[in-house]
């Protein structure tokens, strides 16, 4: 990424790190018991390992392994190969899910500095390609727990929406914004809206649909 992101003030020059790293040991300490009981209800309900591992781009494009809790078991065909998500995906990893249970270990993601608990919302390495030069400039600041786009529509987004609205947030980062996507967080979590049960079938076609946009070749 040739472009330097300029910190848009104070708050996301000084104190955005330091309120991430409070919050986020805040949470481990204060739910490590909910940690806990998730753990072994994973491990006895879909196996082992109990997290869930995957590389993701951060900040500055640098590659980093995002941690949650697992929601699928490794059912398998007669081929050997892993059956469709829809299928593996149980009623109780529906259920981590519909809650976001299944992001709490991404507290230790925004501990080691990985993330942020506010910015957009880390997607697949193999979209990098992808990107307008303008929505690359979301890789200018860490990937959060929750973003602008998840507080305005997530996966019912377009993916032209979804980017738009986390440019429009690299571009101006404030803590009365940050505050705002908390509360609207909350409020979706508690109402369980726009909740993707199968992200494969929502993010998987990221790259099908800009190749065709903008003549990429996959």
């Not at 190969?81 to 230790?108: C, I, M, Q, Y």
């Amino acid at each position: 990424m040739n472009k330097k992101h300029i910190p848009y003030g104070p708050y996301e020059r000084f104190l955005k790190r330091p309120i991430d790293i409070i919050c986020a040991s805040a949470a481990i300490i204060a739910f490590s018991w909910l940690y806990l009981i998730i753990a072994v209800l994973v491990r006895v309900k879909l196996g082992s390992p109990v997290l869930f591992k995957q590389e993701r781009p951060g900040k500055d494009e640098k590659i980093f392994k995002l941690y949650k809790f697992r929601t699928m078991t490794d059912e398998k065909d007669e081929n050997g190969e892993l059956l469709p998500d829809d299928v593996r995906l149980t009623k109780f990893g529906k259920f981590l899910r519909s809650t976001s249970l299944d992001e709490l270990p991404e507290a230790f993601n925004i501990l080691k500095g990985d993330m942020s608990v506010i910015g957009p919302r880390p997607l697949l390495v193999q979209y990098l390609p992808y990107y307008t030069e303008e929505e690359a400039t979301r890789h200018f600041v860490r990937p959060g727990l929750s973003g602008w786009a998840q507080v305005n529509g997530r996966n019912s987004l377009d993916w032209d929406s979804r980017l738009q609205y986390d440019v429009e947030y690299v571009n101006e980062i404030t803590f009365r914004m940050d505050i705002k996507i908390v509360f609207m967080s909350v409020k979706n979590m508690l109402l369980r809206s726009d909740v993707a049960q199968n992200t494969n079938a929502v993010e998987g076609n990221f790259a099908e649909i800009r190749s065709k946009k903008f003549d990429f070749k996959l």
